[in-house]
Nanobody, 125 residues
Framework: QVQLVESGGGLVQAGGSLRLSCAAS????????MGWFRQAPGKEREFVSAISWSGGSTYYADSVKGRFTISRDKAKNTMYLQMNSLKPEDTAVYYC??????????????????WGQGTQVTVSS
């Protein structure tokens, strides 16, 4: 059974940094795209970033480009999201997701088969 477990969320002041982790287990992810999505209260779940597990190609939403960095450690089966220069509008529950997803639909949540439980990120002004 596939499990994705996020960690690393918390409360941080604007301009600060956090690193989220997503530990994956239960299958081989070599053909998968792994992604980060977020959902703020009253808003739809939105794409943040994604990475090709095998080749390492990365994709970012315009709103986080230049501030967030996605990476993965194949040996640990873990994906990361380094978030710098955080803004209050980054406040949301962050979810990791995985699936056999290819462009141009990597930004579409329904294309992903597996989801973590989410981790809260709160950025104070």
């Amino acid at each position: 059974q596939v499990q994705l477990v996020e960690s690393g969320g918390g409360l941080v002041q604007a301009g600060g940094s956090l690193r989220l982790s997503c530990a994956a287990s239960g299958r081989t992810f070599s053909s998968y795209t792994m992604g980060w999505f977020r959902q703020a209260p009253g808003k739809e779940r939105e794409f943040v970033s994604a990475i090709s597990w095998s080749g390492g190609s990365t994709y970012y939403a315009d709103s986080v480009k230049g501030r967030f960095t996605i990476s993965r450690d194949k040996a640990k089966n873990t994906m990361y999201l380094q978030m710098n220069s955080l803004k209050p509008e980054d406040t949301a529950v962050y979810y990791c997701a995985g699936g056999p997803v290819r462009r141009p639909v990597i930004t579409t949540p329904t294309q992903y088969d597996y989801w973590g439980q989410g981790t809260q990120v709160t950025v104070s002004s």
